[in-house]
């Protein structure tokens, strides 16, 4: 009996040893004895079928191994990617925002300029219209004082023979203060553009000279005329009228032709 079961654990042994051996021999295998030592423990049938079971709990061990390795790797290349991925993101938006101040600061300098040549434009216009109003007769006046208007021109000679003009204004005076067109208004006139001077005696003077130093007030009137001398008698008169009352400054200007 004794012998017989000594020879039972003999055949157990070389089983186990056997199957160590082959685990040995596959690359990578992790060895456990749990399986064989229950074998032995258990007795020789029980022992084989526990040793096979120890095989599979490697290979399953083996299979979880490197499922989890699978599975590490796949998140680290899953969080390099992640990295790649929001610092590219962050680069585009960068370059979209530069992109976007660039369009703005162009497109507000583009409006600078256009208002700036606008102005330039609307100042000439005005320079121009403010020119053609003076052109046009802009020294008569309307206000709640005074009235004046430049009625004619004509052309006569003094006593030397020289050619002289005498320029026509009627003039009204609202206030109740006596005043003269001469103390409210002075005019001058220029030919080519030189200043002409007061014309002295007249061949035959008109008595509108002596109104343009007559005092009317209360909405009185008054015919005017102012005598100059000309350079010739064909070159066109400018006329500038000075405010001596209100303003002190050049009412506007004027150009009349003579011939």
């Not at 007769?137 to 005498?166: M, Q, R, Y």
């Not at 009317?216 to 005017?224: E, F, I, K």
Request: with cysteine; aromatic share 8%; charged share 20%.
């Amino acid at each position: 009996m004794s012998h017989t079961l000594y020879i039972r654990e003999e055949l157990a042994m070389n089983d186990f040893n056997s199957r160590y051996r082959n685990i040995d021999d596959e690359p990578g295998t992790i060895r456990t004895n749990a399986g064989g030592y229950a074998g032995y423990n258990g007795g020789l049938d029980e022992g084989h079928d526990a040793g096979f079971g120890s095989d599979m709990d490697i290979m399953e061990q083996e299979n979880i191994q490197r499922q989890k390795q699978a599975a590490r790797a796949s998140k680290a290349r899953g969080t390099t990617k992640g990295r790649k991925s929001k610092r590219q993101m962050l680069i585009y938006g960068i370059i979209i925002a530069v992109e976007v101040i660039a369009l703005i600061v162009i497109w507000a300098m583009y409006i600078s300029y256009n208002s700036k040549l606008s102005k330039g434009g609307s100042s000439e216009a005005s320079a121009q219209e403010s020119s053609d109003a003076g052109s046009s007769g802009n020294i008569n006046v309307e206000n709640e004082n005074f009235s004046l208007t430049c009625n004619k021109i004509s052309i006569t000679a003094d006593s030397t023979g020289a050619p002289v003009a005498i320029i026509y204004f009627n003039f009204v005076n609202k206030t109740d203060t006596a005043l003269s067109m001469s103390q409210v208004f002075s005019p001058s006139f220029k030919q080519t553009g030189v200043d002409l001077a007061v014309a002295g005696a007249l061949t035959d003077a008109p008595q509108e000279l002596a109104g343009k130093d007559t005092p009317v007030s209360g909405g009185q009137a008054v015919d005017c005329a102012f005598a100059v001398n000309l350079m010739d008698t064909t070159s066109e008169i400018t006329i500038t009228m000075h405010d001596n009352y209100e303003t002190f400054s050049d009412i506007g200007s004027t150009v009349v032709p003579i011939s």
